[in-house]
C-alpha cells in the first residue's frame, strides 16, 4: 500500500509529479493487473477540486483503463452531525465520502 496525501498547497505540480509516479507504476505492473487510488475532492481556497476526476484523467493518460468505482460513505460516524454546521456558515455540504477508483492495465 502507498498513500499520497498534500496539504492546503495542492497545486497543478503535484498532478505533475504524481503523473510520474504512477507513470512508474504502470510500467512495473503486470499486463491484466489492477491498481486501486483512494482520493477524496476537496476545497481549496473555497474552490471545489474534483480531485477524483484529475486522477482518473491522469491514469487514463498513462494508459491505464478505468476498471471500477466504489463510493465509500463516511457518514456514519456519530460525529459526522458536527458537520452539518458547515451547510449553513459555509453554504456547501461537508465531503463525507472518498472515492476508491481501480484501473486496468490491458
Given at each position: 500500500?502507498?498513500?499520497?496525501?498534500?496539504?492546503?498547497?495542492?497545486?497543478?505540480d503535484f498532478l505533475v509529479g504524481l503523473g510520474?509516479?504512477?507513470?512508474?507504476?504502470?510500467?512495473?505492473?503486470?499486463?491484466g493487473k489492477y491498481m486501486t487510488l483512494l482520493v477524496n475532492d476537496?476545497?481549496?481556497d473555497g474552490i471545489f477540486r474534483?480531485?477524483?476526476?484529475d486522477t482518473i484523467k491522469l491514469m487514463q493518460s498513462l494508459g491505464f483503463t478505468f476498471w471500477d468505482i466504489f463510493i465509500y460513505n463516511l457518514s456514519v460516524h456519530p460525529l459526522q452531525s458536527i458537520f452539518l454546521s458547515q451547510l449553513e456558515d459555509k453554504k456547501h455540504f461537508a465531503k463525507v465520502h472518498e472515492y476508491s477508483e481501480t484501473f486496468r492495465k490491458v
Open positions: 500500500w502507498g498513500f499520497f496525501s498534500f496539504r492546503a498547497d495542492f497545486t497543478e510520474e509516479v504512477l507513470k512508474e507504476s504502470f510500467r512495473v505492473l503486470k499486463k476537496f476545497r481549496q474534483c480531485y477524483h476526476c
